[in-house]
């Protein structure tokens, strides 16, 4: 494989010593970058930096340089909370929410996810791929190098099923890491609305063995909310999913404060999600855990929802990921440039919390830390390259518009 030099960076930022998988919220202001800088990947992988007054002497025999025209170098995005497979927008509610109807009163009208299951039901898996494909791309471009993405437009086992398959072609056929995550437990479907028992029953009984034994999910999740999930439910269903090795990433406390973010520490989360009502107890069982919390600016943005409480949670020492939650419902955009402004501006989280929070944290919140999330020697070399830029605070400063003028993966210029 060929070798990219990639040299004249005004500064390579999101250093970290191998080792280093995760930034507690107290550390996370930490952003270790060096100036006038170059990078070496070879064969993928991250495999030395340095600074322009002392390249390095040998270099590999195939060796393509390209010049950062004193751009910034960051790791890309590590993007841990998405759902981009999806049969289509839902632009007509977009209508109804400026009119004045909340998320609730949408989904109780027939809209939301039960909306998005109905339009995925009838839709070829070859569509469902091609457009999940288009959204990723699109992502890539924005500069998001590693990605979660969870099923939950099925609530039917073969549905379900069809999902994760486009997400493990997904998988198969692009160059960044991506994780699946298994929410059949995102709505009850119409036929189950009066039977809850029988839809936890098919969930357990039926889903998770062909899920769990086909391989098709690494994460279990569960839209633990009133009028979606109990916490009841979400016990069961963790219990069930941890009989098959499947740790839990949960939809916890987005329009109530349900005990979920508590449920999902129980079963051992890898992370628990969205927190728009951050409260006390959350923060302080968050605080004794190694479960992360992520953060989804973007969607309180859109729905007009209440921001979680970044600042308590780093407070209390509580790693913090930043991701999209791209879905046609919450948040119809993958923007990661976005998510990281909006951190800023709205999460009131500084420039190098943002950084780390949507890169090693949100490596970390998919358990890919030890591959992606960092400029580290051995990593992946999956790379950001800015615009000539005066400071790092830029980019999430220049909300809206994009900085980034390159994308690197695996060592290749994209
Ligand atoms: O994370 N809250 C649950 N799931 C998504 C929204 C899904 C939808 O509305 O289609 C979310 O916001
Ligand atoms: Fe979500």
Redesign the pocket.
Same mark, same amino acid.
């Given at each position: 494989m060929a070798a990219l030099l990639i040299t004249d960076i005004h500064t390579l930022a999101g250093l970290q010593p191998a080792g280093q998988t995760v930034l507690p919220g107290k550390d996370m202001a930490r952003l270790d970058q060096i100036h006038n800088a170059w990078i070496l990947c070879e064969d993928g992988v991250i495999s030395n930096f340095g600074t322009m007054d002392a390249l390095p002497t040998s270099l590999p025999s195939d060796l393509e340089t390209r010049s950062a025209g004193g751009g910034f170098v960051l790791p890309s995005w590590c993007d841990s909370?998405s /759902?981009i497979v999806?049969a289509a927008p839902?632009e007509e $509610?977009f209508a109804m929410k400026i009119a004045g109807k909340s998320?609730e009163e949408i989904?109780a009208a027939g809209?939301?996810?039960l909306? *998005?299951a109905a339009k995925l039901q009838h839709a070829p898996e070859e569509l469902l791929f091609e457009s999940a494909a288009s959204r990723l791309r699109d992502m890539i471009t924005q500069g998001t190098g590693a990605l979660e993405i969870?099923s939950?437009?099925g609530l039917s086992t073969d549905a379900e099923i069809k999902m994760l398959r486009v997400i493990r072609k997904l998988k198969e056929t692009f160059p960044i890491p991506i994780r699946a995550s298994f929410?059949a437990a /995102?709505?009850y479907p119409q036929q189950y609305k009066e039977d809850h028992e029988g839809y936890i029953r098919m969930i357990i009984d039926q889903m998770l063995p062909r899920v769990a034994g086909e391989g098709l999910a690494d994460y279990m999740d569960v839209?633990c $909310?009133h009028g979606?999930f109990s916490l009841d439910d979400t016990n069961r269903l963790l219990d069930a999913a941890g009989n098959y090795g499947l740790l839990p990433k949960i /939809?916890a406390n987005? %329009?109530s404060i349900s005990g979920a973010v508590q449920m999902g520490i129980k079963h051992h989360a890898v992370s628990v =999600? /969205?927190l728009e009502l951050t409260d006390n107890d959350a923060i302080q069982a968050l605080a004794n855990s190694s479960t992360i919390a992520t953060l %989804?600016p973007s969607?309180s943005f859109y %729905?007009g929802i209440p921001y979680a409480n970044a600042r308590a949670l780093m407070n209390a020492d509580v790693p913090l990921a930043l991701a999209s =939650?791209y879905?046609?419902? *919450?948040?119809p955009s993958g923007n990661m440039n976005f998510v990281a402004s909006l951190g800023c501006i709205k999460l009131k989280m500084m420039p190098e919390e943002v950084i780390n929070a949507c890169t090693l944290n949100g490596a970390a919140a998919m358990e890919l830390s030890n591959e992606t999330g960092s400029i580290t020697v051995g990593k992946r070399a999956n790379l950001i390259l800015t615009r000539p830029m005066s400071s790092l605070a830029y980019l999430p400063y220049s909300f809206g518009q994009s900085q980034i003028a390159a994308t690197v993966l695996n060592g290749k210029y994209q």
């Open positions: 909370h /759902h999806f839902r $509610e998320y989904a809209g939301g996810i909306n *998005s969870k939950g437009y929410l /995102h709505a839209f $909310e979606f /939809h987005q %329009l =999600d /969205h %989804l969607c %729905l =939650d879905n046609p419902g *919450s948040t």
